[in-house]
C-alpha cells in the first residue's frame, strides 16, 4: 500500500495515467475513489496523483487541529515525494480550498487551476443552505469561527450535507447511507478536523497572487456552496474563466461526469 510521509504524517496516494502531472484534491470527507469518473476520462492524457487526506480514508488518523494551510503544505510534501516539480492542480469543494492554498503559496508549483465547486470564504450564515444552518445546531443562527464548531454533531451534519450535494434521488439513495456507514466505521474524526479546518478559510484578500490559467466551474444549481461564490473567484483571480453548467449540483463532477470532464480537458490541453 502507497503510503508517503509527508509534513508529519502518513497518507496514502496513487499515481496512474500518463502525460502531464495532474494532481487531484477530494472535498470534504471523501477518498481518492471518489475520483472514478475523472480516473477513466483523464488517464491518456494525465499522470494523476490521488490521495486520501489526512485523517480521510487510508491516511493515518488525525489528533492534533490543523489548517488549510496545512493541507496543501501536505499536497507540495506529495508532489516532492512522487516527483511533481510542477503539475495542474484540480481540487473540488473543499479541495478546491486547498488548492486555492497551494496556489498562492507555492505559485511555481502551479502550471494551471481548476476550481470546483468552492468558494474563497469569509461568508456568514447567509451563504449555507437553511437545512445544513439546522443541523449545526447553532441555536442564534450563525456560524461561528473553527474555536467555536467544536460541539457540532457532524453525524447530524453529513446527511444532510450528502443529499444536498447531489439534485439526483438515486445518487442521494446510495450515498447517503453509505456515508453514515463510512462514519460508524471511524470516519467521523477526520470529518469533524476537515469541519473545524474550513471554519477560517479566507482568501478573498489574497486571490490576485495566484499567477496560474485558472478555471473556475460550478452547477448553477449547487445548493452547499452559492454559485455566486465562483464570482468572486473568477473575478478576483488574474486570468480566470467562469463556466456554470446549468442544472448542475455541488456533485456535478459526479452526477454530469460527461460534461465536466470535457470543460476540464479543454482547458488543460490548451482546446
Known amino acids: 500500500m502507497p503510503i508517503a510521509h509527508v509534513n508529519g504524517t502518513d497518507i496514502f496516494y496513487k499515481v496512474g495515467g500518463q502525460g502531464d502531472p495532474l494532481v487531484l484534491i477530494m472535498g470534504l470527507g471523501a477518498d481518492h475513489r471518489s475520483w472514478g469518473p475523472q480516473i477513466s476520462a483523464f488517464k491518456h492524457d494525465f499522470t494523476m496523483l490521488t490521495f486520501d487526506s489526512r485523517g480521510i480514508g487510508k491516511s493515518a488518523r488525525v489528533t492534533e487541529p490543523y489548517t488549510l494551510r496545512t493541507l496543501a503544505d501536505d499536497v507540495i510534501g506529495l508532489m516532492d515525494h512522487v516527483g511533481f516539480g510542477e503539475a495542474h492542480v484540480l481540487?473540488?469543494?473543499?479541495?478546491?480550498?486547498?488548492?486555492?492554498?497551494?496556489?498562492?503559496?507555492?505559485?511555481?508549483?502551479?502550471r494551471k487551476l481548476v476550481l470546483v465547486s468552492t468558494t474563497p470564504g469569509g461568508g456568514g450564515p447567509e451563504t449555507m443552505h437553511p437545512e445544513l444552518l439546522k443541523a449545526t445546531g447553532f441555536k442564534d443562527g450563525s456560524m461561528p469561527?473553527?474555536?467555536?464548531?467544536?460541539?457540532?454533531?457532524?453525524?447530524?451534519?453529513?446527511?444532510?450535507?450528502?443529499?444536498?450535494?447531489?439534485?439526483?434521488w438515486r445518487y442521494r439513495l446510495f450515498l447517503v447511507p453509505l456515508a453514515r456507514v463510512y462514519m460508524r466505521l471511524g470516519g467521523i474524526g477526520g470529518i469533524a478536523a476537515q469541519f473545524r479546518a474550513v471554519q477560517d478559510h479566507d482568501t478573498r484578500d489574497r486571490l490576485g497572487l495566484i499567477k496560474a490559467p485558472t478555471l473556475v466551474i460550478t452547477g448553477a444549481a449547487d445548493r452547499v456552496v452559492p454559485p455566486s461564490w465562483s464570482d468572486v473567484l473568477a473575478t478576483r483571480i488574474p486570468n480566470a474563466r467562469l463556466v456554470k453548467v446549468e442544472g448542475g449540483s455541488h456533485a456535478f463532477h459526479m452526477e454530469m461526469k460527461d460534461r465536466f470532464n470535457r470543460e476540464v480537458l479543454d482547458f488543460l490541453k490548451g482546446r
Do not use: C, H
Not at 469543494?93 to 511555481?108: C, D, R, T
Not at 464548531?149 to 450528502?162: E, M, Q, R, S, Y
Open 145 to 168: 469561527s473553527a474555536a467555536g464548531v467544536k460541539d457540532v454533531d457532524v453525524k447530524k451534519f453529513i446527511g444532510p450535507l450528502v443529499s444536498l450535494a447531489f439534485n439526483r
Open 91 to 110: 481540487g473540488v469543494s473543499l479541495g478546491g480550498m486547498v488548492a486555492q492554498e497551494v496556489a498562492i503559496n507555492y505559485p511555481e508549483r502551479v
